[in-house]
């Protein structure tokens, strides 16, 4: 038994915080959280001092295959599948020493997630929920991880079981081109309608979610119709720009469907987006604002690996983004790392949440990220499943 105690606690869900908490731990799990008080006598005492302490963040859409420099895919491509997993491994660990217990991994090369997430699973690690290589089109995005050529309800139905057998947690669809692949463009879709609903019902056959990749408004009333529990970016890109369209935010919020705003990076000196997400950057803020206002969960997310503003640990510096682009109060902010978060990606039974039956995934940080959200990478400690890993 593990009591772990520090001078305020963010639970995941609460805009106030427990003052001098204690977190009961026992195994891998919480049983307890005292507000004050002593812990138990047999218990081993961690005190954290004047730390921070709140759940472990859960990034819901990150590419452990892609190293964050500026040609992510030529660098994949350049490299055998060993050198590709110890360059995620490496990536696994650097996540959980900035705090994220759970990681999202929304398309890899040959299903290396999953076999990391297995070697993880025995050697220690954040939790990875791993979709394997996305399913798309003949040269359609990302096509170069494994997942071309799914055309037709059928073929499509068929990528699905593939992944299922695979043992994937997540199906990830690409519902329209994107930025990274030369030949896509994000604005278009790439499916047809029905070929996505044939993707969600199957993907259900099989107790697996959905998660779509989805930039213009096409794509997202597509994948809206066909039922994806998710939508990834939701940026309502265009031709030059990005402008909402408001049916189909509307639909979206009828259909309580989350959106992952991968809006998270890692600032560093000197360098700036790409000159055309530059341009339209302002232009995706107000439709996140406007989707904010239509009352959809926006679950902040890195989509790490894909640039060098994109490194494996920029999810901490998520919320303060979201406050300062988007207005969000910091509980809001931060519960879009925890437990809105953890809801979406289908563990927030166990994850994004301090309280008794819960993993013991636990970061403390200096201050109070409450007050300041630029705390929130200044840690102080990171516990995985009970266990002190930072």
């Known amino acids: 038994m593990l009591a772990i105690r520090a001078g305020r606690l963010f639970d995941g869900v609460s805009a106030a915080t427990v003052e001098r908490p204690v977190v ?6 919480i049983i307890a959280v005292l507000a004050g008080g002593e812990p138990p006598a047999q218990a081993e005492l961690v005190d954290l001092g004047d730390a921070t302490l709140l759940p472990g963040l859960v990034d819901s859409h990150v590419h452990l295959v892609f190293d964050a420099s500026p040609d992510p895919v030529g660098a994949l491509a350049g490299a055998d599948d060993e050198a590709v997993l110890a360059m995620m491994r490496t990536a696994a660990e650097r996540a959980l020493s900035a705090g994220i217990t759970t990681v999202r991994d929304l398309g890899d090369r040959g299903y290396l997630a999953v076999r990391l997430r297995e070697e993880t699973a025995r050697t220690g690690g954040p939790e990875i929920l791993a979709a394997g290589p ?9 096509w170069f991880l494994g997942g071309a050529a799914a055309t037709g309800a059928d073929g499509v139905r068929e990528a699905v079981r593939e992944r299922a057998e695979r043992g994937v947690d997540v199906i990830k669809l690409m519902a329209t081109g994107g930025e990274l692949t030369p030949g896509s463009a994000s604005h278009l879709a790439q499916f047809e309608v029905d070929e996505l609903r044939a993707a969600v019902d199957e993907a259900r056959r099989h107790g697996l979610p959905t998660t779509a990749h989805a930039h213009g408004a096409g794509g997202i009333a597509d994948a809206v119709a066909a039922g994806v529990d998710m939508i990834e970016h939701g940026t309502f890109m265009t031709v030059d720009g990005a402008e909402a369209d408001a049916a189909i935010v509307r639909d979206i919020a009828d259909a309580g469907i989350p959106i992952g705003a991968t809006i998270a990076q890692k600032p560093r000196p000197g360098v700036t987006p790409p000159p055309r997400i530059l341009k339209a950057l302002p232009l995706i803020v107000a439709v996140f604002q406007q989707l904010r206002a239509a009352g959809i969960p926006l679950v902040c997310s890195s989509d790490a690996g894909i640039g060098p503003l994109k490194p494996i640990d920029s999810l901490p510096y998520g ?30 039974g166990r994850k994004g949440r301090v309280a008794p039956g819960y993993d013991a995934d636990l970061l403390a940080v200096a201050g109070d990220p409450l007050a300041d959200l630029a705390a929130l990478t200044a840690v102080s400690a990171v516990f995985r499943g009970g266990v002190r890993v930072r």
């Open 134 to 142: 996305p399913i798309t089109t003949g040269q359609g995005h990302c």
């Open 24 to 29: 009961i731990v026992e195994g891998a799990r």
């Open 319 to 348: 919320p303060a983004m979201m406050a300062k682009h988007l207005g969000m109060a910091p509980a809001e902010a931060l519960r879009s790392v925890t437990s809105t978060a953890a809801q979406a990606c289908r563990v927030g």
